[in-house]
C-alpha cells in the first residue's frame, strides 16, 4: 500500500467555524500560511457566508488577500451559494467549494433548502467556475449518518456524490459530518462509488465524534481512496467539551500516513508546532493525541 | 467479517495501575462485578504485585474475594512472579496472566531481568498452574516499540511470544505499550504470528497513545484476530494529562465492533454508564470519545 496521499488541511475554515471563540482575520492567514510552509498545499482558508450566521469566518477575503502564492499550493474556500461565490472571486479565490449534503432534514436545516434546491443554487456556481477558470470541490456531509434522521441510505449519498461528479466538480468529498461511521460502512460506501466515479476523484472527510475516523480511513486507504480532509490539532472539536466533534486531526492522520509508509510530503513535526500554537490561541491542549504525545516528549 | 469478538477488560488491572489515584479495593470489586455484569465475561480483576511499587493494585486478594462468581466470567489476574503467583492462588484465582517483554531494555527496567530470566520466573509458575488447574494467559509488552529501544524487531516479538506459547499460555496478549504501532506494523506482526500459533490464541492489546488503536484493530480484526483487551473509560489515560497513554477504550471498540456487525455480548450503554461512574470517581470525563459523545447526547 505504498503510496502517496494528499491531504487537505480543513482546519482554518471547517475546524475553526466550529470552535467557540474567532480567531482574527490576520491570525487566521498566518496559521493558513505556516500550514502551507509545513507542505500542506491544499489548505482551505475560509468560507464566504453570513457573518452573522458564522462570525468565525468574517473576513475570509481579508485572510485571501494576506496570503502570498506558494507554488503548487492551492487555498480552497467555501462557497456555498451564489453571493458567496461573488465574494470569493472577487476575493482572489482560484478554487471554491460547494456543500451538499446526503440527507434532506440536514440540507434544510443547514441551508434552508431542498437537496433539489441546493443544486438548483450549485448551477450557475458551476457555470461562472467554468467561465471564470476557478477549481470548484463538492462536499457531501452526512454520508455515513444524519444527526436528524439517522442512518443514510448509501443510494443517496451515491446519487448526491455523481451529482456533483457530473456537474463538474474536480473532487468530491465524503463527510462524515457527525463521526458516526464505522469502517465497513465507510469501505462499502467507497467500493460502490468506484464504480460510478474515479477512486481517485474521492476524498474522505471525517469527524472523529466516536474515535472511529482512522479506522474508517484506514478501510478507505485500502479501497484506493487518496485524498484526505484533517484538521490541524483537531479544530473543531475541544477535547474538554463532552461531545465535540472535530475533525480527524492532521497530525493523528500523519502519523499513521507515515506508519503506513505512504508519502504526503507534510512535516509532522512542523504540524505539531501550528498545533500547539493555534491551540495556545483557543486556550487549550490539542484535540489530537499525537500532538499531546508528542508535546509532552518534547 | 461478521463473527463473534471477545474483549478482554483490563481497566480495572492496567488501566487502574496507571491512575495518579488509587481506587480501593471494594470500589475496584464493584467495578468489576458491573463489568460482568454488562457482558465483559473476562474482567482482570488485579494484580499481585508488590503494593509499594504499585499502590493502586494493593487488596487485590479482597477484590476477588468480594467477586460472587457469575456463569461464564474470568476474573484473571496479573502474577508477574512466583510470589504473586501464590498470593493469587492463596485468594482463589483460577485465572492468572504472566507479562514477557519483546525488548531487552524494557524487561530490565520493568521487571529487573532479562528476558531469558524472566522466562526462568515463569517456568515453575507455569508448572504450578499446570498442577493447580489455573489458566494462564501471556503478555508481551513492546510488539510495535519499545520507549528505550525504538523499533523491536518482529522476530523478537515471534521468540517471545512464541515461548510462552509452547510453555502453555492458552492466550498471547500483543501489547503495544507506547501506541506507537500503526495498522501495517500491526497487520505484519499477526501474518508472521499467525505461521506459529493459532491466530485464535492472539490477542491485540493496544495503548492508543497516538490514537492509532482502531485502525491498528481494524487491520488486526481482518487478519482473523478475535480477542481485544480494552479499558472502560479508556482508563489509565488522563485525558487532561499531555501524552498519557491509556488502553484503547472498551467503548471505542465495542462503537466500531458493533458497526462492524461483530458480535460481543456486550452492552454499550452499560458500559458508558460504568465509564462515567469511574470517571467521576477520579474526579475527570471519560477518556473515551464514544463516551464522551453518548454522554453529551444524554
Not at 101 to 127: G, L
Request: glycine share 10%.
Amino acid at each position: 500500500m505504498s503510496d502517496r496521499v494528499t491531504l487537505v488541511e480543513v482546519g482554518p475554515r471547517d475546524g475553526l467555524q466550529n470552535e467557540p471563540s474567532s480567531v482574527p482575520p490576520a491570525e487566521r492567514a498566518r496559521l493558513v500560511d505556516a500550514l502551507a510552509a509545513a507542505g500542506l498545499t491544499f489548505v482551505e482558508a475560509g468560507a464566504f457566508v453570513s457573518p452573522k450566521a458564522v462570525p468565525q469566518m468574517a473576513g475570509s477575503a481579508e485572510v485571501l488577500s494576506a496570503l502570498s502564492p506558494r507554488a503548487g499550493v492551492r487555498y480552497p474556500v467555501l462557497t456555498p451559494n451564489w453571493k458567496g461565490y461573488e465574494a470569493a472571486r472577487a476575493a482572489g479565490a482560484r478554487d471554491v467549494a460547494i456543500f451538499g449534503a446526503a440527507s434532506e432534514t440536514f440540507c434544510q436545516k443547514n441551508t434552508n433548502c431542498s437537496i433539489a434546491e441546493s443544486f438548483d443554487r450549485f448551477v450557475p456556481i458551476m457555470e461562472a467556475a467554468k467561465r471564470d477558470g476557478i477549481a470548484v470541490r463538492g462536499y457531501v456531509s452526512c454520508v455515513l449518518g444524519c444527526p436528524y434522521e439517522g442512518d443514510v441510505p448509501i443510494a443517496r449519498v451515491v446519487e448526491v456524490a455523481t451529482r456533483l461528479y457530473e456537474m463538474g466538480c474536480y473532487e468530491i468529498s465524503l463527510g462524515d459530518t457527525i463521526g458516526v461511521g464505522t469502517a465497513r460502512a465507510a469501505r462499502e460506501l467507497v467500493r460502490t462509488l468506484k464504480d460510478v466515479m474515479p477512486v481517485g476523484m474521492l476524498a474522505a472527510h471525517f469527524h472523529d465524534t466516536y474515535g472511529q475516523a482512522l479506522a474508517n480511513l484506514y478501510a478507505c486507504l485500502e479501497e484506493g481512496v487518496r485524498v484526505v480532509d484533517t484538521s490541524v490539532a483537531g479544530l473543531g472539536g475541544c477535547p474538554y467539551a463532552p461531545g465535540a466533534s472535530g475533525n480527524v486531526a492532521t497530525e493523528d492522520v500523519l502519523f499513521m500516513l507515515n506508519g503506513l509508509g505512504m508519502e504526503t510530503g507534510v512535516d509532522l513535526d512542523a504540524v505539531i508546532e501550528i498545533a500547539a500554537s493555534i491551540s495556545q490561541t483557543l486556550g487549550r491542549p490539542p484535540a489530537s493525541k499525537t500532538a499531546r504525545a508528542l508535546l509532552a516528549k518534547h
